[in-house]
Nanobody, 125 residues
Framework: QVQLVESGGGLVQTGDSLRLSCAAS????????MGWFRQAPGNEREFVTS????????NYADSVKGRFTISRDNAKNTVFLQMNSLKPEDTAVYYC??????????????????WGQGTQVTVSS
């Protein structure tokens, strides 16, 4: 089992920045690709970004490319999501997830084995 706990969400204004963190415990963190997803009210949970086991390869949804950056610190069992130039449409609950998939940077929800409880990000206009 892997336990994931997100933090860092909050209420910000358009154009502001936020940094989310996800602390992992349990099995060896570096054995998992990590991802961030988000879910707005009435919408499906959607892929935001993912990062390979060693942090060398990343994958982004088009909607966040150039604004969001995923990173990880395997020594601290933590994955980060730096969000810049936030827009109202970024408002959602953000979830981190761990994947044991053979894919380097999986995008599909079904490929993720463990999920955090989520942290709310609200961007006001």
């Amino acid at each position: 089992q892997v336990q994931l706990v997100e933090s860092g969400g909050g209420l910000v204004q358009t154009g502001d920045s936020l940094r989310l963190s996800c602390a992992a415990s349990g099995r060896t963190f570096s054995n998992y690709a990590m991802g961030w997803f988000r879910q707005a009210p009435g919408n499906e949970r959607e892929f935001v970004t993912s990062i390979s086991r060693n942090g060398g390869i990343t994958n982004y949804a088009d909607s966040v490319k150039g604004r969001f950056t995923i990173s990880r610190d395997n020594a601290k069992n933590t994955v980060f999501l730096q969000m810049n130039s936030l827009k109202p449409e970024d408002t959602a609950v953000y979830y981190c997830a761990a994947s044991a998939s053979a894919l380097t940077t999986p995008r599909a929800r079904a490929l993720y084995n463990y999920w955090g409880q989520g942290t709310q990000v609200t961007v006001s206009s």
